[in-house]
């Protein structure tokens, strides 16, 4: 058989922070629940073999947080209020748990949503790839994703939950998320603009445009023109450029080895572990 020709093994790309996160929520605001940790544990167990059953997973990795990363170094208020919520009660225990003994990988400079899109494209060529993950930040990107948060819903069609992106939704996904506040606590953004401010904002300019559109909304502002409700201010050609460099690197995931070797970021990718398919995985 021919190398193009051949079926290509399944990877499954799991964004094991955004997972943590969920377990910690779904199953702290369950009065009978709360308190128990092996709840929380079997809870993630759960979602990460549904996962890996609901994407044919032959292969997969699992990518966790540190405390560090190259954006928290560089901005020390960068997500940092998420950990004072209340329903994250048991997260640090569920991530060293996931991390002893759920093979969960991190990297002191890499946050998850950075080592999902690097190992998708280093890998694609080797693998059907699909990212698991319901966490909007990563849909930046070409590829194959799975929102794991249709196991919330009842009566949901699997077929619901898989998303195949091309570099035109991708590029406005990132442009977009660059302008506006999201969900990822940036203190860097836009102030004003909104989803639907943005997305009408960006019709106004061709893809290739977007970068220096959006340059240019945080020096001059968006007027009304464009297609907003209001008038949004912009920060001037001095603050404009500070605020707009600030909110692309919180907002933009590496994807590529050259982007990591300029800032002196070394990466060796785990081994991939071998999805036993019909078999509890622990």
């Known amino acids: 058989m021919d190398e193009k020709e051949r079926v290509k093994d399944n990877l499954t790309i799991i964004d094991g922070s955004s997972l943590i996160y969920s377990a910690c929520y779904n199953v702290?605001?369950?009065?009978?629940?709360?308190?128990?940790f092996n709840e929380y544990k079997q809870t993630l167990t759960y979602y990460i073999e549904s996962i890996l059953k609901d994407t044919n997973a032959d292969a997969y990795i699992i990518y966790?947080?540190?405390?560090?990363?190259?954006?928290?170094?560089l901005f020390d208020s960068f997500k940092?209020?998420?950990i004072t919520r209340p329903y994250l009660k048991f997260m640090f225990d569920l991530r060293e748990y996931a991390n002893k003994h759920?093979?969960?990988?991190?990297h002191k400079d890499l946050e998850a949503d950075d080592l999902c899109?690097?190992?998708?494209?280093?890998?694609?060529?080797k693998y059907e790839v699909t990212i698991a993950s319901k966490?909007?930040?990563?849909?930046q990107d070409v590829g194959k994703f799975f929102n794991y948060g249709?196991?919330?819903?009842?009566d949901y069609k699997i077929e619901d939950a898989f998303e195949e992106l091309d570099i035109v939704q991708a590029t406005i996904n990132l442009w977009k998320a660059v302008l506006i506040k999201g969900h990822n606590n940036k203190f860097d953004y836009l102030d004003g603009c909104g989803e639907v401010c943005a997305t009408n904002y960006l019709s106004n300019w061709k893809l290739t445009q977007y970068p220096y559109a959006v340059l240019?909304?945080?020096i001059y502002g968006i007027s009304k023109e464009h297609g907003v409700k209001r008038n949004i201010s912009g920060y001037g050609l001095n603050g404009g450029i500070d605020k707009f460099n600030k909110s692309f690197k919180q907002t933009y995931l590496f994807r590529y080895f050259s982007e990591l070797e300029s800032l002196g970021i070394e990466l060796i990718f785990p081994e991939f572990s071998i999805n036993l398919k019909n078999k509890p995985l622990w």
Do not use: H, M, P, V
């Open 80 to 82: 940092a209020n998420r």
């Open 28 to 36: 702290s605001t369950k009065e009978d629940k709360t308190d128990n």
């Open 150 to 154: 249709i196991y919330r819903t009842t």
């Open 102 to 106: 759920l093979n969960f990988f991190n």
């Open 64 to 73: 966790g947080d540190q405390s560090t990363s190259y954006r928290k170094n």
């Open 135 to 139: 966490d909007s930040d990563l849909r």
């Open 216 to 218: 240019q909304a945080f």
């Open 117 to 125: 899109l690097l190992t998708k494209n280093q890998f694609k060529d």
